[in-house]
């Protein structure tokens, strides 16, 4: 677990590093920049981290800001969230140690709740 986390936060620290070397940051060069720079899953369980990974970039890059703070928030926070639920599940489904798994579920059931109550607002 250690080795994973090790890795998502290289990614997210790896995301401003792109922004400063002047690359631009949105669009499908973006994306394709963030999958380049993720490292070769070990596993079916990293497989299924990365993705949960790259679609929530993908879904927060590929929003449309509006400039309305409150709508972009939501906006943004949604993929957020479905990748938290994403990852959730991936333990459930590899994982072994019984808290973590605990934990996984209490995340999939506030992530869920927290998604649908961000789709009403939009509405």
Known sequence: M???????????????A????????SGTAACERFHAMMPKPKSAA???????????????????MTGNADRDFLMMMIPHHEAAVAMAQTELQYGKDPKV???AKDIIAAQNREI???KVWLK
């Open 2 to 16: 250690t080795q994973r986390l090790t890795i998502i936060f290289a990614l997210l620290l790896g995301i401003p």
């Open 18 to 25: 792109l922004a400063q070397s002047g690359m631009p940051m």
């Open 46 to 64: 990293d497989r299924a981290y990365m993705e949960a990974m790259m679609q929530m970039h993908q879904g927060m890059i590929h929003g449309t």
């Open 101 to 103: 798994k605990a934990l």
């Open 116 to 118: 649908n109550e961000m």
